[in-house]
């Protein structure tokens, strides 16, 4: 893709009213492009960007979950700006608890916003960028989309799979222009980890003590993230622009350690089992 300079550039940018999501519409309004956002609210979304210019912004009230409704979305914001450069899944919250511990309702809520809600948006805007021949899309995982720790399955096996669709997806829009870039950040001093953001199981059992500290000493590290939310979101702006850089771009130096560290566990692994899968090919 080669970046708009003579017009603004048009982002579709989901999950925008709070965290990396809302610091990049901010930025991306300072710069003077045009950002259709959707969240929950559009007034909370609009509340949260007071002071900024907003003559450029579309927000959007849209359930992810609902495939009409986010079709109806880009249309709209292709209809506003007349084109679509950028599209940002960026929609998503935490979770942290046992695999035993999840519900049912826990895990479709989960997968319905992390998998659904992205895969629909996907489908809603790869045709205007496969006909433009151009675009980007940045899918915004985690590096728990890379590797994960106890406590964080269900988070995690949605972040897996957005990783899958991602590689996916890149594969199938190399012939078309259209670039894919996962997003992997580490912890950031967003709301992330607030009481009011990160879901909890409704009944847990003493069977896990070291997940009920995990979850105290993450609420407790509230405003002590490593990661900073201004440079991240400018980070994402760069990899659009550029419209270079890795398929799977880590986000923060507690993300490329644990990043490293799965690498080099996995190879182990590979080795490890070398010899026995060798040994079940046909004779």
Not at 9 to 18: D, E, H, P, Q
Not at 93 to 98: Q, R
Not at 158 to 186: C, D, H, Q, R, Y
Request: hydrophobic share 45%.
């Amino acid at each position: 893709m080669a970046y708009p300079t003579s017009t603004p550039a048009t982002w579709f940018v989901t999950g925008a009213s709070r965290g990396l999501g809302q610091e990049l519409v901010r930025q991306l309004l300072e710069r003077g492009d045009n950002v259709a956002a959707t969240s929950r609210s559009a007034e909370r979304l609009r509340k949260n960007l007071d002071g900024v210019r907003a003559d450029q912004l579309l927000p959007l009230t849209v359930d992810l979950v609902d495939g009409s409704a986010v079709e109806a979305a880009v249309a709209q914001a292709v209809q506003r700006f007349g084109r679509l450069d950028v599209v940002v899944n960026n929609a998503g919250y935490g979770y942290l608890g046992s695999i035993e511990e999840t519900s049912d309702a826990d895990i479709r809520q989960m997968l319905d916003v992390q998998v659904v809600g992205a895969w629909n948006v996907l489908r809603a805007a790869i045709p205007h960028l496969r006909s433009a021949r151009s675009g980007h899309v940045v899918n915004v995982s985690s590096v728990l989309g890379l590797t994960t720790v106890p406590g964080w399955g269900l988070y995690s096996a949605g972040k897996f799979a957005l990783n899958g669709i991602s590689e996916a997806l890149a594969g199938e829009m190399a012939e078309f222009g259209v670039k894919v870039t996962i997003v992997e950040p580490g912890y950031f001093r967003t709301s992330f980890l607030t009481p009011d953001a990160l879901a909890l199981p409704a009944d847990t059992t003493d069977a896990y003590p070291a997940i009920r500290a995990m979850t105290q000493s993450h609420l407790e590290l509230q405003g002590q993230q490593l990661g900073d939310p201004v440079k991240g979101a400018a980070a994402m702006i760069r990899i659009a622009v550029s419209g270079n850089g890795p398929r799977n771009q880590l986000l923060g130096s507690d993300s490329y350690d644990y990043a490293t560290a799965r690498i080099a566990a996995l190879t182990a692994d590979v080795e490890a089992g070398r010899e026995l899968a060798l040994t079940t090919d046909h004779d």
